[in-house]
């Protein structure tokens, strides 16, 4: 775990408002930093069920398990919640979900996964590194324009047409193999000003692809607003606008009338709103960003599910 520092964690907590034998679900466990304090949270009764389709957490996660027969885990992304919820048998709903989107610190910091500009390694960034296509098969199979594409969308790139052209002259006579390889194209595309790497916003739109990181969030949301108990809690910590963007935008779409029928005498059930914003949005103190630089773009929304 060294290297994992769990952001918002005590804002994550009062979000849940865990309920001592209350059942919950962490859809992200990463290396265990919120699974950790809800179950601290949780009395002998309570119970909490993990998910994470990378191996390694996978790993961790099953040893806190062995220890705290509280805690289950499963290797699977948050689209499958409703199946994994539904196998087990737990139809009486969730008292609270937690997502905490994005890559971790352990998958940074680790040059093999591939996920970081910082460290030469393999360029990867598959979440499973045992499932799909990896950065580097896409980068040199893919269509120029599907590229710029992935970039522009995804990375709000405005380089984006360049950097593609780039990559495809490139791979003609040497296929693209290493972060290192990807940044130093950037880099003599996007000459370096300020703090900020030019390649940070292509390996953030590369890995999202990779991983359909947004379409998963978007079935994730929807499975967790079925799954939640009356009463239940949401939260969701996003660490970019595109995140955040679908997120606000759910939960706001949740949590108001239809305004197609908001005009009728009588609304029906199904146009009613079905959660209630706890809160707006939550940015990590200047406490935690002395400690954990990496919380800075950090943003936690909360919603309750409504009778």
């Known amino acids: 775990m060294e290297g994992?520092?769990?952001?918002?964690?005590?804002?994550?907590?009062?979000?849940l408002a865990i309920r001592p034998d209350g059942l919950?679900?962490?859809?992200?466990?990463?290396?265990?930093?919120?699974?950790?304090?809800?179950?601290?949270?949780?009395?002998?009764?309570?119970?909490?069920?993990?998910?994470?389709?990378?191996?390694?957490?996978?790993?961790?996660?099953?040893?806190?398990?062995?220890?705290?027969?509280?805690?289950?885990?499963?290797?699977?992304?948050?689209?499958?919640?409703?199946?994994?919820?539904?196998a087990r048998g737990l139809t009486?709903?969730?008292?609270?979900i937690l997502f905490d989107l994005g890559v971790s610190s352990p998958q940074l910091d680790t040059p093999a996964r591939g996920f970081s500009f910082q460290h030469e390694g393999p360029l990867d960034m598959r979440m499973d590194p045992g499932a799909g296509q990896s950065a580097a098969e896409w980068l040199n199979s893919a269509a120029e324009r599907d590229i710029a594409h992935?970039?522009?969308?995804l990375g709000e790139e405005p380089a984006a047409a360049r950097i593609a052209r780039a990559i495809c002259e490139r791979r003609e006579h040497q296929p693209l193999a290493t972060t290192g390889e990807l940044a130093a194209l950037v880099l003599s595309i996007i000459p370096r000003r300020g703090h900020r790497h030019p390649a940070t916003r292509s390996f953030q739109a590369i890995r999202i692809f990779i991983n359909r990181e947004l379409e998963a969030l978007e079935a994730g949301l929807a499975q967790a607003l079925a799954l939640l108990a009356s009463g239940g809690r949401l939260?969701?910590?996003?660490?970019?606008?595109?995140?955040?963007?679908?997120?606000?935008?759910?939960?706001?779409?949740?949590?108001?009338?239809d305004p197609a029928l908001a005009a009728l005498p009588v609304v029906p059930d199904s146009a009613r709103p079905r959660l209630r914003l706890v809160g707006g949005a939550i940015?990590?103190?200047?406490?935690?960003?002395?400690?954990?630089?990496?919380a800075r773009s950090a943003v936690l929304r909360v919603a309750e599910k409504l009778a």
């Open 235 to 257: 939260c969701v910590i996003s660490f970019h606008s595109l995140e955040d963007r679908i997120t606000k935008r759910f939960l706001r779409q949740h949590s108001r009338v």
């Open 150 to 153: 992935v970039l522009r969308r």
């Open 24 to 86: 919950y679900l962490d859809a992200t466990f990463g290396r265990g930093g919120h699974s950790r304090m809800i179950l601290g949270a949780l009395g002998p009764h309570g119970r909490l069920l993990a998910l994470d389709r990378d191996p390694e957490a996978l790993g961790v996660g099953r040893e806190l398990a062995q220890a705290d027969s509280r805690l289950a885990i499963e290797q699977e992304n948050f689209d499958q919640l409703r199946r994994v919820v539904e």
């Open 283 to 294: 940015h990590a103190g200047e406490a935690e960003l002395a400690r954990n630089p990496r």
């Open 4 to 15: 994992h520092v769990p952001v918002l964690a005590e804002e994550v907590l009062r979000g």
């Open 92 to 96: 009486s709903g969730l008292d609270g």
